[in-house]
């Protein structure tokens, strides 16, 4: 098993900046990739960004160029770096593992951005 902890949420005014963090902990070994997804009101999460082992990193288009997602094996800790933050990016944020083919999530935490 797997347990994620987010943190870092809040309410910032455009252009502002966020840092969230995920804590990993339980039976780590073995995780393939490490994400932050979002969820506005409605079923669809989006992938936000995405570090596999290797360090190789993925942004989805809307957040390129703003957002860095970053580990820190020493801490067990995944991070998502949100600069120049708009409207738009209002969202629960999620962090997610992949492992073995099984995906974790953690509970979420609200990021408010206003205009």
């Known amino acids: 098993q797997v347990q994620l902890e987010e943190s870092g949420g809040g309410m910032v005014q455009a252009g502002g900046s966020l840092r969230l963090s995920c804590v990993v902990s339980?039976?780590?070994?073995?995780?393939?990739?490490m994400g932050w997804y979002r969820q506005t009101p409605g079923p669809q999460r989006e992938l936000v960004a995405r570090?596999?082992?290797?360090?190789?990193?993925i942004y989805a288009d809307s957040v390129k160029g703003r957002f860095t997602i970053s580990r820190d094996n020493a801490k067990n800790t995944v991070y998502l770096q949100m600069n120049s933050l708009k409207p738009e990016d209002t969202a629960v944020y999620y962090c997610?593992?992949?492992?073995?083919?099984?995906?974790?999530w953690g509970q979420g935490t609200q990021v408010t951005v206003s205009s």
């Open positions: 570090i596999k082992t290797d360090g190789s990193t």
């Open positions: 997610n593992a992949l492992k073995l083919g099984r995906i974790y």
């Open positions: 339980g039976s780590i070994s073995s995780i393939d990739a």
